[in-house]
């Protein structure tokens, strides 16, 4: 049993790692839902306590069978329940009253069904944790790890074979596809030992058991495949572990398209979320997003050399042109660096082969066929001159040739010299040839593109593992919301006591004090309507630009008045807001959603048809420092025009920093009532000169009766 003894997640080892087992409705049967457990466990050596319970048998599958729970010779750590749901439920009761500490229940017939399925989940997972029990499902294909003939499942997977020894793990909310997965990875010869299915998650969540994956010593690697993001607080934890321990979460995350979206939700009861913010909060940890099953495999398998370069450079020795291009391709797509071989290495190749490519991909030629030692001297140059991180070598067919095991020779040379390098190969070979150069440490993709991806991979998550913990987020006065949502005027000073400055401005009640503010600012100046009933002011033509002098302020003060009751007869008219009008400066927009599982998120993006159109944002979970927020404002594509794009000034990005990551410390103190704010356009003004809201739209929720 690995030792997590103290450990956050500990509570979940008599689950995934128990000493002892019960069945709950043991069938005879070994092909049966309820008889599979048992057969698999006895047929690969399970070394602790299994105790059917059936009260028509004294016998199951040679094994002393039980009739109630009551009967046991003592309290096993984990009962599989498989047994109609209207009588599971109880049996869950009486496990966790005779002190049973996990539970795993095949039993389907509950939240994925109705509310009154729902209802009764609920009710059964309050009355075992009153006890201290947990419960993975229900409605859940459950657990294995292969390393303890551990087999709390009934997946047919295991009737074409059984697991390959290694140290990754598998989590999944869908038990088909988390046993797909598994099949996919044993029929890859790729190490998949242990894997837990959480069904619906009425208790037990994905989160809870990456994070006991993340503080399991006999794991290195873990992959995820998620169709949606029950509760937050357990995932973030989960993540947080599994990054300070250096262990790679890679996640299949489904549910991206609102169809999608949809399936999702009636499959495993659970609550898809934006894919967009699910993005952002994997970002931050440092999670990889695989797009499909394959990619995700290539990129678990990679990630067991355990070699994460922080700075990730790839270096490529090729016998094909063609193959060179083509990796190259991928690595612009994905934004891995090829620097080029220095200019002396490439002198230095040259002379041994006149007709090679030297500068990276390094195009050895088929003259390594003549002469093998080639093969040690210009890989070793990409290594020792080139200084590359990663390598990856294409010997297509070669690898099916006689002269092979010379030329595996020579490239095991260069990997014994210098071992601290991520190696792999894109060759086509026999399992058995694969299996031989996985023994030597190299990673074998037959497809050169895939390798790309992998390699990249490895990159960000030595970029995520060597990041400075992030400065803390700044501190703000506590936040007390309105009943109801703010004019834009009101909406100015909440934020203002935050220190989230906004352009000078007054709201006027007549024209006169319009003229009168409009003087003290300086002209031009902006006029907008002042309702708490129209949020979207320039919809109904209630925004005025360059608004020149004080004859124009009038005008547009009655003017504004009268499209308002045009255009809303029942709003509320406060008056106008008039403000000075900003000039030089780069328009950005900020803004916090509240998301319904990871709560307030922040956006950043340029304004204007870098939102609409290009929808070149950026989101992170609040609250965050200005560290953070400046690294998001120069992620965006659009980054450029606010760091001095073609000769002009660049904007005042310390500021706009700032001003976001004081955004989201108040997004976070004003609690769950805030729905969402909008400051749009911000003027990132030029370096210097500070940032301001120009407008600003605070929706909250109304108090809770």
Known sequence: MPDTTGSRFSGLTPLLAPRSVAVLGASSDPTRISGRPIAYMKSQGFQGALYPINPNRTEVQGLKAYP?????????????????????????????????????????????????????????????RKHGTRILGPNCLGVFDARRAYYATFSSS????????????????????????????????????????????????????????????????????AEGIREAPGLIAALEA??????????????????????????????????????????EFGVVRARNSEEMLDIAHTATRKIYPARNT???????????????????????????MPVEAQQKLRSLVPFCAPRNPVDATAQVSNDVTLVKTFTESMVQDGGYSSVLGFFSMTASSRRWPAIREQLNAVKQAYP?????????????????????????????????????AMGRYGAAFAAPPAAAAPSVPPVTLPDATPTEAEAKTLL???????????????????????????FPVVMKILSPDILHKSEIGGVLLDVADEAAVRDGFDLLLQRAKAAAPNARIEGVLVAKQLKGGVECILGIHRDPVFGPVAMFGLGGIFVEVLKDVVFRRCPFGADVAEEMIRSIKGAPLLLGARGRKPADVKALAEMLSRLSAFAAAAGPRLASIDLNPVFAMPEGEGAFAVDAVIEVDPPAA
Request: glycine share 10%; proline share 5%.
């Open 420 to 456: 601290d390098r991520l190696y792999t190969l894109s060759v086509i070979t026999p399992p058995e040839g694969r299996d031989e150069l996985e023994a030597d440490g190299w990673v074998v993709h037959e497809d050169p593109t895939r390798a790309v991806v992998a390699i990249d």
């Open 242 to 283: 599994a990054r300070a321990a250096k262990k790679p979460v890679v996640l299949q995350k489904v549910g991206r398209s609102e169809l999608g979206s949809k399936a999702a939700k009636s499959h495993t009861a659970s609550i898809a979320g934006d894919d967009a913010v699910t993005e952002a909060v994997m970002r």
């Open 68 to 128: 109630t729970i009551g009967d046991l010779p003592e309290v096993p750590d984990v009962a599989i329940v498989a047994i109609p749901a209207e009588v599971a439920a109880p049996a869950v009761v009486e496990l966790a009253e005779k002190g049973v500490k996990a539970v795993v229940m095949f039993t389907a017939g509950f939240a994925e069904m109705d509310e009154a399925g729902e209802a009764a989940q609920h009710k059964m997972v309050a009355a075992a």
């Open 314 to 340: 790839l270096g490529v020795i090729t016998v094909s042109g063609g193959a060179g291009v083509l990796i190259s391709d991928v690595a612009e797509s994905v934004g891995l660096a090829m620097p080029e």
């Open 496 to 522: 203002a006591a935050s220190v989230i400055a906004s352009a000078p401005e007054a709201a006027c009640a007549t024209a006169a004090d319009a003229v009168a503010a409009a003087s003290r600012f300086g």
């Open 158 to 225: 295991f009737d074409s074979g059984w697991p390959v020894p290694g140290r990754i793990g598998i989590a999944s909310q869908s038990g088909a596809y988390g046993t797909h997965l598994y099949t996919l990875a044993r029929n890859r010869r790729i190490g998949a030992s242990l894997c837990v299915m959480t069904g619906n998650e009425g208790d037990v969540t994905v989160g809870e058991c990456i994070g006991w994956l993340a503080e399991n010593p006999e794991v290195d690697v873990i992959a995820v495949y």
